[in-house]
């Protein structure tokens, strides 16, 4: 939405602000997005590192994913495929990097956080078409 909220089933499952922070439905913080690209969790925990159109886990270095200007989600396995994961509608422009933000919180939600990390999140699936 607009305003900073991802709903799922038109459910409140978390707000961004417009400074990076993101907060659970409750409005308790878990996230936020450092302006130099780095998402911090609490107590510090490292969530990966996103640019405008692309995001790596914080297990690795490689982008992860990329959502292209036209909205498309684009989802890079670690032998190099590709997959379409979803597409974005009214994400461009100014609003490209936030939804960058928001396929990456769900796709590390998706993943469990990988193989080797405790990441986890109690935010739903399912905001891009």
């Known amino acids: 939405m607009a305003n900073g909220q991802v709903l799922e089933g038109g459910k409140l499952v978390f707000v ?4 990076g922070r993101v907060a659970d439905s409750d409005y308790d913080p878990f996230a936020i997005l450092l302006p130099d690209g780095r998402l911090v969790g609490t107590d510090n925990q490292y969530l990966g590192q996103l640019g405008v159109t692309n995001a790596a886990p ?3 270095e490689q982008a992860w994913l990329s959502v ?3 909205g ?12 379409t994961l979803g597409v974005w509608q009214g994400c461009a422009g100014p609003a490209l990097r936030s939804c960058t933000l928001v396929t990456h919180l ?19 699936v399912g905001v891009w078409l």
């Open 106 to 124: 769900l796709t590390l939600r998706h993943h469990g956080g990988g193989p080797s990390s405790p990441v986890r999140f109690g935010v739903g």
């Open 72 to 83: 498309k989600t684009i989802g890079f396995s670690p032998d190099g495929e590709r997959a």
């Open 16 to 19: 961004i602000d417009r400074v």
């Open 68 to 70: 292209l200007p036209d």
């Open 58 to 60: 914080p297990w690795s």
